[in-house]
């Protein structure tokens, strides 16, 4: 029962889940600060990051503005910052595993000829 925890605890599905939770969590914090930037900037444009004392006509819109704001933040940041780059990596990784669609050398078809010569003695 203990080797069965402990075979599944070493699997490298768990160990490599564990250090996405970490690496997620702290790339967590370094957008919380890219968003903070933003709002400030946001703030000096229209007079304050924090919409949520805006209250038009009685309806409390003002919260759910500075979330969506946040949200918009959040999404380019994750889609510039990791989206982005790994399309790309995936892109030269798929390109560079292609196979070769050129016509073999004179070499290739030369010593094909000789194999297929060797293998019918």
Known sequence: MLKGFKDFILRGNVIDLAVAIVIGIAF??????FV?????????LG???????WVPGGVHVGAFITVLIS??????AVYFM???PMNKLAERRARGAEPATE????EVLLLT?????????
Not at 47 to 53: A, I, K, L, Q, V
């Open 28 to 33: 967590g914090k370094v957008i919380e600060a």
């Open 103 to 106: 016509a073999p050398t004179e």
């Open 47 to 53: 007079g304050t990051p924090d919409f949520s004392n």
């Open 82 to 84: 990791v989206v982005l």
């Open 113 to 121: 000829q000789i194999r297929d010569s060797l293998q019918v003695r």
């Open 36 to 44: 903070t930037i933003i709002m400030d900037l946001v703030g000096k």
């Open 71 to 76: 949200f918009l933040i959040v999404a380019a």
